[in-house]
């Protein structure tokens, strides 16, 4: 026979798994370093006060809509113009119909404005509302 037609078994290479911690840790590190989170920036606004307060413990499910002094209004990231916040709270309840909607206003905003953002917000079907307001610190 020749030695050309007879098989030999190879063995399967291994491969090393010495260095596999490192990698992953490197993996976290550089996932770590370069994730970029984002922080709600919103506008300019010195909300109201309020004697008591209550913190809302849900993270998702929550759009902030924004009016500042000179009544500029933006829906989380989005100027808007007092026509669209329907069509934009629409176009958002439609991908999420759960939403609560945080209206952080400013305290020098004339509330017959207030008023028809949130009778724009009730043209939408979003009823879940909630007010942004600073706690009074009392001392005693």
Known sequence: MHKSLVRRSRETPEIPMASTADIAFLLILFFMVTTVIRVATGLEVDRPLAESTERIKIRHNLVHLWIDVSQHIQIDDFSVPLDYVTDRMIEKRSKNPDLV??????????????????????EAGAFRITFATDLIERSE
Not at 102 to 122: H, T
Request: proline content about 0%; aromatic content about 10%.
């Open 101 to 122: 909607t945080i209206l952080e206003v400013d305290r020098e905003v004339n509330y017959g404005f207030v008023d028809q953002v949130m009778e724009r917000l009730k």
